[in-house]
């Protein structure tokens, strides 16, 4: 697993995580260290993703491709392959917390870190909802981007940040302590934003990243 861990951040996510299995089924699809497209669909197969959150991580992964072309393009580092892949296999482990509870982000990076032996992209599914470190794009470009992308996403559709969290409010802020906590990780999103636009030389506050018409 990544040397990195974080706190869980969303109010769905604050139960204990269940007990993985110790391996996983024998007939679990074996995919590459950086899975395709194909590869991830196959997880997805696997693991029985809801309709819904396919659409979702699609955009999401259309997002992320996006901004690490153009950091690649700006001089970063970057492999662009291994950003589309943890942002496809983000939400793996979603379907099946909303039906046993748990945390997704905690049990979806063990599954993508034992099909693919990837911890590089484990860490990213583990800390797409909030950083626990200081926001250096070159360092940690691909779990920033990640965390950015999703939250450019609210359910099928491609929305400023403003839109996203507004709607994070209303369905999980039940509480002072939730609602503190995802104004924290709206505040942190828009310093990704920031640095993201900085290095790519554009404002992309409101940009679609060709990947469908922006919703207000």
Known sequence: ???????????????????PPARLPADMPRVSAVPTDAECRMLWDAYGMLPNIRVHSELVACVATALAKMALQAGLAVNVAEVRAAALLHDLAKTYTISHGGNHCQLGAAW????????????????????????????????????????????????????????????????????????????????????????????????TFGCGRLVE
């Open 112 to 207: 993508v870190q034992e099909t693919t032996g990837n911890p590089a992209l484990a860490q990213g599914v583990l800390c797409h909802v909030s950083w626990p470190h200081p926001i250096d794009l070159r360092a940690d470009f691909l779990p920033l981007t990640l965390i950015y992308s999703d939250k450019r996403v609210k359910h099928n559709q491609i929305v400023p940040l403003e839109s996203r969290f507004d709607d994070l409010l209303i369905r999980y802020g039940t509480t002072e302590y939730i609602r503190t906590r995802i104004r924290e990780s709206f505040t942190q999103a828009e310093a990704i934003e920031r640095a993201l636009a900085e290095t790519v030389g554009m404002d992309i506050h409101e940009s």
């Open 1 to 19: 697993m990544p040397k990195r861990t974080q706190t869980p951040l969303a109010a769905s996510d604050s139960a204990q995580p269940p007990e």
